[in-house]
């Protein structure tokens, strides 16, 4: 099996910053895509952003304010927030397109999610 596990959440002041982590283990046999989404209360979850061999994609709140990047070797994908706002305040999702090593098939494991508050 492979497990997710995000960490690096917490309370932030509105302006402030926030890196998050993201580390996939288990039996993992190859990843060929990590993404971070986002749900606040009341709403449905929404993609933040992705990073494959491809590149990277950004919606639109996302731009010019977060970075996603990654670590290959370490599984583990990150989320660096900067200019946090409010309205960021969500629990932040990572989800990891793997490969497990008894498998075939690239399937979508989640992580239980790390909670970002921005507040004053």
């Known amino acids: 099996q492979v497990q997710v596990v995000e960490s690096g959440g917490g309370l932030v002041q509105p302006g402030g910053s926030l890196r998050l982590s993201c580390a996939a283990s288990?039996?993992?046999?190859?990843?060929?895509?990590m993404g971070w989404y986002r749900q606040a209360p009341g709403k449905e979850r929404e993609l933040v952003a992705t990073?494959?061999?491809?590149?990277?994609q950004y919606v639109d709140f996302a731009k010019g304010r977060f970075t996603i990047s990654r670590d290959i070797g370490k599984n583990t994908a990150y989320l660096q927030m900067n200019s946090l706002k409010p309205e960021d305040t969500a629990a932040y999702y990572c989800?990891?397109?793997?490969?497990?090593?008894?498998?075939?098939?690239?399937?979508?494991?989640w992580g239980q999610g790390t909670q970002v508050t921005v507040s004053s």
């Open positions: 288990g039996s993992i046999f190859s990843i060929n895509a």
């Open positions: 990073i494959s061999g491809i590149g990277t």
């Open positions: 989800k990891m397109r793997a490969r497990a090593t008894f498998s075939l098939q690239y399937i979508d494991y």
